[in-house]
Structures are given as structure tokens and as C-alpha cells.
């Protein structure tokens, strides 16, 4: 892995607004702390999620999108890229989309990209909506082999002047085959007060804090962290 020089820019390329506190809230506060830049691009606007029948639908992507931009804020993030896809419409064959994001990775150079798992994990099955596993797949084959290749995307760099860049790390969310765990229970009340800022998702929730505490305890055996330390979890994969 890549040692603390080697890495100062990190990805989140996430399916929806609120993904990226869900499943990396506590990593990415810890990232900022240590003065990384972070940079998220949220794929598309969440307007079928929510629980509140009473919010009209034609609001909900612009409702999500500022607490998108709350929520990152609290985390210290501050550049966060929409790409207003619809929910539920995500494609693994997109070409389009794909090189939306080599354009995105050239453009940001990160050393790491959160994203999700590609791969359908049995244990957690309502997590691995078609969005998450479709983004988990165009992202990592943009990182490879597209990213890296000059000769990939020609115009993108013949024309906008961007870079072959390669990716080193993608740390994957949701995925069956977590091998890293990190320690973040310096930054959980953070994440716990950013997830609550998607009030449109999580407002009809009063245990959220326990709820989200229940969803990452079973990581801290894995992570052989002592009893009341809270870890989150990663498929770390070289990628570069
Ligand atoms: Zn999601």
C-alpha cells in the first residue's frame, strides 16, 4: 500500500448523495485532518430515495444535492462534482459515463479512489443496489485501462490537455472481500452528524448513531482494535 508521502489526493466516485458518509464518513474526515484533499463525484441526484411521501419528487435531486454539499462540508470536503444521472439508471456498458470519468480522474489525479465493489456481497444484500455495483465496475475500468493510457481517450488528452494518470489504490466499499480496516473513532461523531445532515433520508431515523455504531462493530474484531474503538472497512485492490 501506499505509504503516508505517497498519498496526498483522494476520489470518492459514489452512486448517490449520502453514499459516501454511509460507507466512508470516518476515512475521509481522518484524510482531511491530515490536510488530504479529498474530491467527491456523486453519479446521480437520489430523487427516489427519502421516506417522506409529503416532499414533492421534482424537488428531491435539488433537496439532495445541498445536503450533499452540508454533509461534505462537515467532512471537510468542499469539491464535490454532480453528475445529475437518474437514479436507478446507471449502466455498466455506459461509454459515455466512462469517459466522463477518466476525464475526472486526469483532472483530479488521485493516488486513491473510494468507490463501491462491483461485486455482489450475499451478507449485505440490500446494499448492493444496481447503481452501487455498476458505478464499482465503470470506475474501475476507467482507472484500468483507460485512465493510464495515453492512448486511450485521445482527445482527452490531444485536445483538453489531460494526462495519462494512474490510479494506485481503490479502496472498495460494500465488498465481500474486505482486507483492510481502519481506525475511525476519532472521527465518528462527525460522521454520524453528516449522515444525519441527509435529512430528506435519514430524518425519520432516531437511532441513527446506534444504528450506524451496530452496522461497523463487527469490524473492530477484524480490525483486532480493543472493545469501543470503531473501525470502517475496505477491499484495498493496487491498481497502479
Ligand atoms: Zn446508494
Request: proline fraction near 4%; include cysteine; hydrophobic fraction near 40%.
Amino acid at each position: 500500500m501506499l505509504a503516508e508521502h505517497e498519498f496526498d489526493r483522494a476520489l470518492v466516485i459514489v452512486a448517490h448523495p449520502d453514499d459516501a458518509e454511509f460507507w466512508a464518513g470516518g476515512i475521509i474526515a481522518c484524510w482531511t485532518d491530515a490536510g488530504f484533499a479529498v474530491t467527491y463525484c456523486v453519479l446521480t441526484n437520489g430523487e427516489t430515495g427519502g421516506y417522506n411521501t409529503s416532499v414533492p419528487r421534482e424537488d428531491m435531486a435539488r433537496i439532495r444535492r445541498a445536503e450533499q454539499q452540508q454533509a461534505a462540508a462537515l467532512l471537510g470536503v468542499t469539491d464535490v462534482r454532480f453528475f445529475g444521472l437518474a437514479e436507478g439508471e446507471l449502466r455498466v456498458g455506459d461509454k459515455q459515463l466512462r469517459r466522463e470519468l477518466v476525464r475526472l480522474i486526469r483532472q483530479v489525479r488521485p493516488q486513491r479512489v473510494v468507490t463501491w465493489s462491483p461485486e455482489w456481497n450475499w451478507q449485505r444484500f440490500r446494499s448492493c443496489h444496481p447503481d452501487h455495483r455498476a458505478t464499482g465496475e465503470i470506475t474501475l475500468s476507467a482507472i484500468y485501462p483507460d485512465a493510464g493510457n495515453p492512448f486511450a481517450h485521445l482527445p482527452l488528452r490531444e485536445e483538453e490537455g489531460l494526462e495519462a494518470w494512474t490510479v494506485r489504490e481503490a479502496w472498495l466499499i460494500n465488498s465481500p472481500q474486505a482486507n483492510h480496516y481502519v481506525d475511525v473513532t476519532e472521527t465518528f461523531e462527525r460522521k454520524v452528524a453528516a449522515v444525519k445532515l441527509h435529512h430528506s433520508q435519514t430524518g425519520n431515523r432516531q437511532n441513527l448513531a446506534a444504528e450506524l455504531r451496530d452496522r461497523i462493530a463487527a469490524n473492530t474484531a477484524a480490525a483486532q482494535l480493543p472493545a469501543g474503538r470503531l473501525a470502517e472497512e475496505f477491499q484495498v485492490v493496487i491498481t497502479g
